[in-house]
């Protein structure tokens, strides 16, 4: 059974690791883009995470299996942007959910404690990002009820412009 929770300090080991899995996962899709995970990736991420959990504008909520994390959901309450030509939304950075987990449902149950966290909190909309190739995550937020509004492009600058 899943138990869906607050990441608590103790889970920073547990984050750093499937945060260093996500990091992994966006790098194999595009090289240039994504940071390349290195030594001490899992510490850094850990340590990333654990730096929000006290924070009111932010949550990260764990999945928890016979004691295990087994992935996690990372949201966040975001003002008002003119440079994305949006109101204040919630916003969900980051979605993990361990290989050996995958389809059982984890993933829609932590979009749905993220997504409940920002509408407590008064977010009008939700907006995530999903990297391009990852078919398997667009269909979930898809079926959740996400749509596609922007479409990121990136250009190296050492490519030169013929």
């Known amino acids: 059974m899943i138990t869906i929770r607050k990441a608590l300090p103790r889970d920073r080991e547990a984050l750093g690791r499937l945060g260093a899995m996500l990091m992994r996962t966006h790098y194999a899709f595009d090289r240039e883009r994504f940071l390349a995970p290195g030594q001490g990736t899992e510490q850094g991420y850990g340590s990333f995470l654990g730096s929000v959990l006290d924070s009111d504008d932010d949550a990260v909520f764990v999945a928890e299996t016979e004691g295990k994390i087994v992935g996690y959901a990372y949201a966040s309450l975001e003002p008002m942007s003119w440079k994305e030509l949006r109101g204040p939304?919630?916003?969900?950075?980051?979605?993990?959910?361990?290989?050996?987990?995958?389809?059982?449902?984890?993933?829609?149950?932590?979009?749905?404690?993220?997504?409940?966290?920002?509408?407590?909190?008064?977010?009008?909309?939700?907006?995530?990002?999903?990297?391009?190739?990852?078919?398997?995550?667009?269909?979930?937020?898809?079926?959740?009820?996400?749509?596609?509004?922007?479409?990121?492009?990136?250009?190296?600058?050492?490519?030169?412009?013929?």
């Open 89 to 162: 939304a919630g916003f969900i950075h980051d979605l993990a959910v361990d290989d050996g987990q995958r389809r059982s449902g984890t993933g829609s149950k932590l979009m749905e404690a993220a997504i409940a966290w920002l509408r407590e909190r008064g977010a009008p909309r939700v907006i995530l990002w999903t990297a391009a190739p990852n078919a398997a995550a667009q269909t979930l937020f898809h079926r959740i009820g996400f749509r596609d509004t922007m479409i990121e492009m990136t250009m190296e600058l050492d490519q030169s412009l013929t």
